[in-house]
């Protein structure tokens, strides 16, 4: 990455259509930690001005038997460009599947940031959106495939900052502005946190994980990444108190006049004080204030009704007055076919054992 810095990268991708966290320079570093080598990568038009760019993270899977190594490769929230140009989205996806089959990998995974849609199929206000369509149908015509592993949230809630707080209040439904006021008169507080109290809130965050049944990673992992964002002046961490005791807390990114509402967690006490209300009304207001005109919930159903593990969190979601965001997912270009089917195969039984060691691990720390 000798080409860029993180002032260079994040400004060069900052004005690009669906700039995202994800696709800093920030997020790819801290993704070394788990074995992934960045590989950024801009396209320019005719006027030297950036019109693509893709955050590229590449691992290697060694293979016994095999002299070399093999490698899969991952765009998080990308590429990024304007999708709806039909010559420079082929452009961008030629030019990834050629850097793919040249380092090597089994296949290339990308999951821009594109809509299929708004509001929730069927229901009323939901709307379609053609150029997301036509870009799957794009994607299946030129050999790449709806992943099996969709690493990120396939569709969101979206809240609009531009206006003015009373409105953004209005907006909620009325149990969330009911909580919200029953949070400050039962005396919650919400503070920002210092760096010196990121192990106290991954210990939070464990009681979350253990008690809500997810999967977390280490502690090491979460200090690395909330620690550079926020040193980055990318991130805030919130805490919400009840007598000087903290019972929740959120960590808010920002980037690109966006933010992202990426980790939560909360203990059992003191929850029928409402914390996470005024939490998230605190960090959607302290989003406008930094200029953020979208705040993103991070995270919807696939399916949208009480059979999908997301609906309870949904509904609260949903609730702070946001509108759902359906997007086209993950896609992967199988480059090396046979070694694909192999990794889609062995994949889930990985994965389910480490979710197991990983929900143990967890289970020891938080006891």
């Known amino acids: 990455m000798s080409k860029f810095d993180a002032q260079s990268w994040n400004s060069n991708i900052a004005a ?9 320079w920030e997020w790819a570093q801290t993704k070394t930690y788990l074995g992934w080598q960045p590989l950024p990568r801009i396209w320019y038009d005719d006027s030297g001005k950036p019109s693509a760019a893709a955050m590229i993270l590449q691992r290697s ?48 995974k990308i999951d821009p940031d594109v809509q299929l849609g708004t509001g929730i199929p069927g229901q009323e206000g ?15 015509a030129g050999g790449w495939r709806f992943s099996d592993e969709q690493v990120q949230f396939r569709n969101t809630v979206l809240i609009d900052l531009r206006p003015e707080p009373d409105e953004l209040l209005a907006r909620m439904k009325q149990k969330a502005r009911y909580n919200i006021r029953l949070a400050e008169r039962k005396g919650v507080r919400v503070r920002s946190a210092q760096l010196s109290e990121l192990e106290a809130l991954y210990q939070m965050y464990a009681e979350t994980a253990v008690r809500d049944d997810f999967v977390i990673r ?12 926020i040193q980055a002046g990318m991130a805030e961490a919130l805490i919400a108190e009840v007598q000087g005791q903290a019972v929740a807390g959120l960590f808010v990114f ?33 989003a406008r204030a930094a200029g953020c005109e979208v705040y993103d919930l991070w995270g919807a ?7 999908d593990p997301l609906w309870g969190v949904f509904r609260f979601k949903e609730g702070l007055g946001g509108q759902v965001a359906r997007h086209l997912g993950a896609w992967d270009l199988p480059v090396q076919p046979l ?13 389910d054992f480490m979710r197991r060691r990983g929900k143990q691990r967890t289970r020891q720390e938080v006891s």
């Open 16 to 24: 690009l259509p669906g700039a995202h966290v994800l696709q800093t």
């Open 61 to 108: 899977i060694p293979l016994r038997g095999f002299a070399a190594r093999l490698r899969v490769m991952y765009i998080p929230k990308g590429p990024l460009c304007d999708w709806e140009n039909l010559e420079l989205r082929r452009r961008v996806l030629k030019d990834v599947s050629a850097l793919a089959r040249r380092q090597g990998a089994i296949f290339v």
């Open 301 to 307: 159903p696939d399916v949208f009704d009480e059979s």
């Open 339 to 351: 070694f694909y089917r192999l990794y889609t195969r062995t994949l889930p039984r990985l994965l």
């Open 254 to 286: 920002r980037f690109a006049r966006k933010a992202w509402y990426l980790y939560g967690m909360s203990r059992e006490t003191h929850r029928e004080k409402m914390p996470n209300y005024l939490l998230q009304w605190q960090a959607i207001q302290r």
């Open 126 to 140: 939901a709307q379609e959106n053609p150029a997301g369509h036509s870009l799957a149908a794009d994607l299946q």
């Open 218 to 229: 280490d502690q090491a992992y979460y200090l690395r990444v909330w620690s550079a964002f």
